[in-house]
């Protein structure tokens, strides 16, 4: 349904995407990924014909959204950042207004209005139809946004971080909401929270600094998770630094950081993928016999993974460190 090839975007001298490439096959639901400023609104508003891209290709239904715009945007829905409004207008005024300008027949409007209104939970459990904009609360504005892209009934949902600046309860209600809308459209929605694309997305696409550095099911890029692995360990006995540097003396160990707590030492130790290293650290603990209250292996979770893929640079050199 959006098939995307050698996309690069260029403001100025700034490159804010530089050369991706992904698909995305029809009643799916993409979470686009990735740190301020890794180039997802800029992605998602090329893929809208708000911007041209610099060069490469992007198609939307089969469509390309530089030669083929007007058929691009009637099969697209978009909700962008800050969902523009007109406050002074009524929610019903402000969605019949937007439905005639979509240029939907005035004999469908009050109908496609009532069809998104009622979606995106605006009729119940409360009337908000004739609510001013300016008396909305954030997340009812929110609504209006989304039931504002669903009026011709699109077959693409593009939303820009759909819940930004939403409180738990209304992200719960919308993460439940775009749920529901993927059953029927296909829908590319970015984030840059790793939890909320996990529950909605079927398909995670992860960007940094304008590349895909990732891609996958929430399941497929949590078992490339698996490593580094890390062994937490506290013990007394002896000297922090010399107990870290015996740690790190341990075949397959990558780093050894420390820190105190009163007379215990605590041991981040990490070793390489998949490695579990319990084991050897135990042995080595029990020959110089340290005494020990905890030992655990961490196994690093998705957000991990998403931090290192995003905001780290991996040294790959072995290292002893005091995190004090
Ligand atoms: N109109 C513009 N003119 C110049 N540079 C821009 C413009 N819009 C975005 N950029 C730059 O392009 C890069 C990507 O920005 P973009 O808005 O696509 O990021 P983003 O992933 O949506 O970030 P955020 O999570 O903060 O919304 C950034 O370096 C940004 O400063
Ligand atoms: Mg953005």
Same mark, same amino acid.
């Given at each position: 349904?959006?098939? /995307?090839?050698?996309?690069? +975007?260029? *403001? ?8 991706? &490439? ?5 009643? &799916? /639901?993409? !979470?686009?990924?990735? @740190? ?21 290709? =992007? ?24 969902? @523009?409004? *007109? ?19 005035? +004999?469908?409007?009050? =109908?496609?209005?009532?069809? =998104? ?21 954030? !997340? ?49 929605? &970015?984030?840059?929270?790793?939890? $909320? ?31 580094? &692995? ?40 990490? !070793?390489? $993928? ?33 931090? #290192? ?7 790959? #050199?072995? !290292? ?5």
């Amino acid at each position: 349904m959006i098939d /995307v090839k050698n996309l690069t +975007k260029y *403001y100025g001298r700034t490159l804010a995407v530089d050369n991706i &490439s992904f698909n995305v096959d029809a009643g &799916s /639901v993409v !979470g686009f990924l990735g @740190p301020n400023g890794a180039g997802k609104t800029t992605t998602l508003r090329i893929l809208t014909c708000f911007i041209p891209a610099t060069s490469g290709s =992007a198609k939307v239904g089969g469509f390309d959204v530089f030669s083929q715009s007007v058929k691009v945007r009637s099969r697209i829905g978009y909700m962008p950042e800050n969902v @523009p409004l *007109y406050p002074e207008m009524r929610v019903r005024e402000y969605l019949m207004f937007r439905a005639a300008l979509r240029g939907l027949p005035s +004999k469908q409007r009050s =109908a496609a209005v009532d069809r =998104a209104a009622e979606r995106c939970w605006l009729i119940s459990p409360e009337d908000m139809m004739r609510r001013r904009i300016d008396q909305l609360s954030r !997340g009812y504005r929110q609504r209006v946004g989304l039931a504002d892209c669903l009026l011709h009934d699109p077959e693409v949902l593009v939303l820009d971080e759909p819940t930004i600046g939403l409180d738990p309860a209304q992200v719960r209600e919308m993460r439940k909401l775009i749920g529901s809308l993927g059953e029927k459209h296909t829908v590319i929605l &970015s984030s840059h929270i790793l939890a $909320e694309v996990e529950q909605v997305c079927k398909e995670l696409i992860v960007i940094s600094s304008g590349r895909i550095v990732a891609q996958g099911t929430p399941g497929e890029l949590r078992r490339r998770v698996t490593g580094p &692995s890390r062994v937490i360990v506290e013990v007394k006995g002896g000297q922090p630094e010399l107990m870290a540097a015996a740690v790190a003396d341990i075949d397959g160990v990558l780093d050894v950081q420390y820190t105190r707590s009163g007379n215990w030492t605590r041991l981040t130790v990490k !070793g390489g $993928e998949n490695a579990d290293l319990r084991q050897d650290v135990a042995a080595l603990i029990a020959a110089k016999g340290y005494h020990l209250r905890e030992l655990r292996r961490e196994v690093s979770s998705l957000e991990d993974f998403f931090v #290192q893929m995003t905001y780290e640079q991996i040294s790959g #050199q072995k !290292g002893i460190g005091n995190r004090e």
